[in-house]
């Protein structure tokens, strides 16, 4: 029976008094179509309630004033008192009114960049209930007349949701956000003591990879938010309110350290200097190019204007043409047969395309949409998970090296044994021979005595032959004198002798 009533109701509802279509409240999130516009010329809010001469048309956009009313006709088919949650956009400066029948009083909810903190999906976030089964009117007071202006036509934007159901998506996030967390924060300390127990570039680029990862996710589900007050930096206005603030900047501090420690632990893991060399040189320019650009946008939206609005969707294009480098440098090291590139080429294969996913879902698919909170964090733990796989494979080649080259010091240290035994070997042949030359030289040495000796000896003689020659012939002479002596006396004696 209640069923027929409230489908009896929905029936009558156009024709019940109103001049505008009735928008539903379901139970699921959802766009109000039926909105009706007027050009505020200083209104109050009793002339637009109650003065019948002013004409609200339908429509959606703005175009052409500064402060527009808006009235919303809504018909609660949820069998749920907990309320909804109303989103609106253009987001500058809104005021809601909604009746309130319990003090029979108006209320007023404010929603401008100078009342709202600075979390984006507050802005141009309000509250309201309206009983189950029944109609209520909402009046809204959108302010246009804004600076930073990047668009003066507002296409206009009402989501509901019921209020369980964005405590639900908040929760959600969170959920996801800790799981996130829990992921990287276990890869990270699981892979900072292998660093410690032997230090490796890859392990450090991919620790780089995880603290990236953590900025990137905390800042996409906006979670900076909740330890402090996000101060906005530059703003500026199109459909909706783009602000820079420090949540902004910590998330593409994030997603900066992300792809160098991704495009890093390439280049190592692969040493695409040594094998890859034009890929290295690829890798390295595109990676440097995005940091370059990133730090002259960056200072641009904290202190200038924010250029956010018409850079992040070449940002992302930029991303992606990185990414492809990175899967192209991989297959490429894998067709080559680059030592270890088959482990890393099936754990980055995986990842490289989920976190190609997230630039082409933003430039196709969810530009200026709702996040999808699954899918960073997907990203993030996928990425934390292959490529913990990857370093432990790169673990085991390096072990695998190490015992080689363990297996090579042995033969090196017994090589050097055998050397030295040889050396000892040859010390002693040079012992044996300097003592062999010593004898040598001691025979030697007494040869060269014996020889002096004779020598002498033989001088001795000679100069004994040569005296005794020499006393010989002075003997010979002195008897050859004393003959001739001898012979003249003799003849003077026979002389005597015959003269007598």
Not at 283 to 295: A, D, E, Q, R, V
């Amino acid at each position: 029976m209640k069923k027929i009533f409230v489908f009896c109701l929905l029936f009558l509802l156009p024709i019940v008094g109103f001049s505008q279509l009735v928008d539903t409240l379901y139970s699921v999130k959802q766009e109000l179509k039926n909105a009706t516009i007027l050009v505020d010329s200083g209104y109050t809010l009793k002339q637009v309630i109650s003065d019948k001469q002013l004409d609200f048309k339908p429509g959606n956009v703005l175009k052409g004033a500064k402060a527009y009313w808006i009235r919303l006709v809504v018909f609660n088919a949820v069998a749920s008192e907990g309320g909804f949650k109303l989103n609106v956009s253009p987001n500058w400066n809104n005021t809601l009114y909604i009746y309130d029948k319990q003090t029979n009083r108006w209320q007023s909810q404010v929603s401008s960049i100078s009342t709202t903190s600075n979390v984006q999906e507050q802005l141009g976030l309000f509250s309201f209930k309206v009983p189950t089964g029944q109609i209520d009117t909402l009046y809204l007071k959108a302010n246009v007349d804004v600076p930073n202006l990047v668009n003066d036509i507002f296409k206009l934007k009402f989501k509901v949701m019921p209020t369980s159901t964005y405590r639900e998506r908040e929760e959600y996030s969170m959920l996801l956000w800790f799981l996130g967390l829990g992921i990287i924060s276990a890869f990270f300390i699981h892979n900072l003591y292998i660093y410690f127990s032997f230090s490796d570039w890859a392990i450090r680029y991919y620790l780089v990879i995880q603290i990236g990862g953590a900025f990137y996710l905390t800042g996409y589900l906006r979670h900076f938010d909740v330890f402090f007050p996000m101060p906005i930096y530059q703003y500026s206005f199109g459909h909706r309110m783009y602000t820079y603030d420090l949540n902004l900047l910590l998330e593409h501090l994030g997603i900066i350290a992300f792809l160098y420690g991704f495009v890093a632990l390439t280049r190592s893991y692969l040493d695409t200097k040594q094998y890859l060399p034009f890929q290295d040189k690829l890798l390295k320019y595109l990676m440097w190019m995005y940091i370059l650009l990133s730090f002259i946008i960056m200072p641009i939206n904290v202190f200038s204007f924010n250029i956010e609005y018409y850079t992040v969707v070449y940002d992302n294009i930029y991303c992606m043409l990185l990414i492809l480098a990175m899967l192209y440098t991989c297959i490429i090291a894998y067709l080559r047969k680059v030592k270890g590139a088959g482990a890393f080429l099936l754990a980055s294969l995986t990842i490289l395309v989920a976190v190609l996913i997230l630039p082409i879902n933003y430039v196709f698919f969810s530009k200026n949409e709702e996040p999808v909170f699954w899918l960073p964090s997907f990203v993030i733990a996928s990425q934390a998970l292959f490529f913990s796989i990857a370093l432990v494979s790169r673990s085991k080649l390096i072990q695998d090296d190490l015992r080689m080259s363990e297996l090579e010091s042995k033969q090196l240290a017994f090589d050097l044994r055998e050397v030295g035994y040889l050396n000892k070997l040859n010390e002693l042949e040079m012992q044996y021979m300097n003592a062999e030359i010593h004898a040598e030289k001691e025979r030697n040495e007494l040869l060269q005595e014996k020889l002096e000796i004779n020598q002498r000896e033989l001088a001795s003689s000679t100069l004994y032959a040569v005296q005794k020659n020499e006393l010989l012939r002075e003997l010979k002479n002195q008897i050859k004198e004393l003959n001739r002596t001898d012979r003249y006396h003799q003849a003077k004696h026979m002389e005597e002798i015959t003269s007598l």
